[in-house]
């Protein structure tokens, strides 16, 4: 248990002194981009990862989160750090709209799971451009934030490192508790599932709901630090497939294998951004590597390190034990030719 401790530990306390030893506003507006991923993709994986269900329309929470922040902040003439107490309204909403987009949706199996999270993706995406109280195309702008310069980025980081944090550790919870053990088996074999007594339908839904918590918040905050959401941006489908991937890469079902994805991808795709004029180039990129990812890390990269450390750790002391056991033998040797 201490072996795993203190990682996590030194984890933390490197990502709470982050914005304190790199000041450079270009590594921490990076650093806030890929917590903001860290979060969405571990708040996917406790019910994509969990259920086996996976969705393609978690962007609708993170739209909905971002222009409900929007508009609350226009109506309310709010500014300045009292916009991020909005976070947790953005989350509850995202909640309530999850259950009638989760009772719907997940009255269906997996495939056509699928194909109805993209259609309720697509109609409000459409909805977003066509209402006036969203500002149609030209979508939202964020008022001006009198931070101070040189430490302008560090509120939005500590936000968005306490919503991950947050998230990380109730997809720990869940996963160790009944309703994750629930999940895991509706995974696995949901008509068996049903048969032992699980109510699959109100699992599926609970981790649904509980999904769309921190994308909304998550989404609420993007829209506060890079100041403008319109249609394209907030509902971009890009987006879900950036989130599964990060997922399938680290290691779907894992709670430590989102994170990962999202630490090595959302960083990869920031630096691709600022050094490469083609943006879709890097897009295409992701097409490629999720193919190889489902073909030669069907796993993701976590769950096939343990097995290998596993197997290599089996090994040695498979190796120990004869070493051990080679003197004995010896020594029982002798001990027979000298009595002869």
């Known amino acids: 248990m201490l072996t795993r401790r203190v990682p996590i530990a030194a984890l933390l306390a490197f990502g ?70 909005l976070l947790p309204l953005a989350g509850l909403l995202g909640g309530v709209i999850a259950i009638p987009f989760g009772i719907f949706a997940l009255r269906v199996r997996r495939h056509t799971f699928v194909v109805i999270t993209i259609a309720v993706f697509f109609i409000f995406q459409l909805t977003a451009y066509n209402l006036a109280i969203t500002g149609g195309t030209s979508g939202l702008l964020a008022p001006t934030i009198n931070f101070v310069t040189a430490t302008y980025n560090n509120p939005f980081y500590y936000v968005a490192f306490c919503i991950a944090v947050g998230t990380v550790v109730i997809s720990w919870l869940i996963r160790r508790s009944r309703f994750g053990l629930q999940l895991r088996a509706i995974r ?63 290691g779907l079902g894992t709670v430590s294998g989102p994170v990962l994805g999202a630490l090595v991808i959302e960083p990869a795709y920031l630096y691709f951004q600022q050094h490469v004029a083609s943006t879709y180039l890097f897009w295409m990129l992701y097409g490629a590597l999720f193919l190889v990812v489902i073909l030669a890390l069907p796993r993701g990269i976590i769950p096939t390190a343990a097995e290998h450390i596993g197997n290599w750790r089996d090994r040695r002391r498979s190796d120990d034990a004869g070493t051990a056991h080679q003197p004995v033998e010896s020594s029982a040797g002798d001990t027979a030719k000298e009595s002869a």
């Open 16 to 85: 709470v002194a982050f914005p304190l030893v790199f000041t450079n506003p270009a590594v921490t507006t990076d650093a806030i981009y890929t917590l903001i991923f860290v979060a969405w993709a571990a708040a996917w994986n406790t019910f994509s990862g969990y259920s086996g269900y996976i969705s393609l329309g978690h962007a609708v929470f993170f739209g909905s989160g971002a222009y409900f922040t929007g508009i609350a902040t226009r109506d309310w003439g709010l500014t300045g750090s009292e916009v991020f107490w």
């Open 188 to 250: 696995d074999d949901e008509d068996r599932a049903r048969g032992l007594g699980v109510r699959a339908m109100r699992v599926k839904l609970g981790a649904f709901v509980f999904s769309a918590v921190p994308v909304a918040m998550v989404g609420g905050l993007w829209w506060y630090f890079t100041t403008l959401v319109d249609p394209s941006s907030g509902f971009d489908p890009l987006f879900d497939v950036a989130v599964a991937l990060m997922a399938f890469l680290g």
